[in-house]
């Protein structure tokens, strides 16, 4: 095997073990959240977490690219909110009210809410298919909602799914500002670190009740009904959770590209659902299925719809990550 396919090679292992762990990631936040910890207290410890291991690693390895220049702040305030702090909020309250697979796939429309944008609101060309892909979203998403029987989802977490696309597709807008002028391991540590701050007003660290991260969590029936302490579930979530799978996700981008490790990071809700229901029980209808079939169809089109418009100018749409992630940003020629 040449250099260039063993290059391809781990980069389809390293998208393949972002998606295992950002799936996984998704019942243990469930697990967190099950365990009594609100969702602001968790979006603001994993934030925090993130900032701090993300900061470390760049202080001890490669501290001149944390340099900011004044013209950048804006943009690190915003998407480090909207981008980090907002999605993971309403894709953590989604996941507490919803099962773990459609709150992914929900989130996962923001692509199909960009390249409408595009289209409509900058008027640059998409491919014919974006028509199709709508169709397959939305048609998707109402059997997926059951709305036949007056919306069988949760309101509120639907409603949160949406907002997490919402954030989600903005964070991919406004992305395409730091196209290669950032590497994006120093931008994932600086808008980790706006979001820790931003939570931090919201919610002061001295008013949270750490005490909470000593009690046992009950695990479910495949580990035998054993406990493990809160805290154990969130350094996972912020280690293994998010770290982690955003350094697998640049191996990935490094070797395949963002549109190969874009599609491969389509797995991401296949797998959280599957882990869900393993791990949960969270087993959904047969007409859900095909709901969940459609929505992921239409989030695929909605993936390769981009087309450079008449002035030769690309129509960008970062490779979708998850939730939460929503945890990395732009790189030299996409977004994580």
């Known amino acids: 095997m040449n250099n260039v396919g063993r290059q391809a090679v781990i980069g389809v292992l390293a998208a393949a073990g972002a998606a295992v762990l950002f799936g996984i990631n998704a019942t243990v936040s469930k697990l967190a959240l099950g365990s009594g910890m609100s969702s602001l207290d968790l979006v603001q410890l994993r934030s925090l977490g993130s900032a701090v291991v993300l900061m470390a690693f760049l202080l001890l390895t490669r501290p001149a690219s944390l340099k900011v220049r004044p013209r950048e702040l804006g943009f690190l ?27 992914l796939l929900l989130e996962y429309l923001a692509p199909v809410l960009v390249v409408l944008w ?60 730091s196209m290669g002028t950032r590497d994006p391991l120093s931008l994932a540590a600086w808008i980790f670190s706006a979001a820790a701050l931003f939570w931090s007003v919201v919610q002061p660290p001295w008013t949270f009740r750490w005490s909470m991260l000593g009690q ?94 008449p002035a030769g100018r690309p129509v960008v749409l970062p490779p979708l990550r998850s939730s939460g992630d929503r945890e990395a940003g732009p790189s030299v020629t996409r977004r994580t």
């Open 216 to 309: 046992d969590v009950m695990l479910p029936m495949p580990f035998g009904g054993s406990t493990a302490p809160l805290g154990v579930l969130v350094v996972w979530i912020i280690v293994l959770g998010t770290v982690v799978p955003y350094l697998f996700v640049l191996v990935a981008l490094k070797s395949l590209g963002s549109a190969r490790t874009g599609l491969l990071g389509m797995a991401e809700p296949v797998m959280a659902g599957l882990v869900a229901w393993l791990v949960l029980g969270e087993l959904l209808t047969g007409i859900q299925l095909l709901g969940a079939v459609l929505i992921l169809s239409g989030i695929i089109l909605a993936e390769t719809a981009r087309q450079r418009c």
């Open 118 to 177: 595009v289209r409509f609101v900058r008027r640059q060309a998409v491919r014919a298919r974006m028509w199709l892909a709508l169709a397959l979203s939305v048609a998707g998403l109402a059997i997926v909602a059951r709305v036949w029987q007056g919306l069988a989802l949760d309101g509120l977490g639907l409603l949160a799914g949406l907002g997490a696309a919402a954030a989600l597709a903005t964070y991919y807008l406004s992305s395409e500002a």
């Open 77 to 103: 305030v915003v998407v480090g909110i909207i981008g980090i702090g907002l999605v993971q909020w309403f894709y953590l309250v989604a996941i507490s009210r919803l099962p773990v697979g459609i709150a």
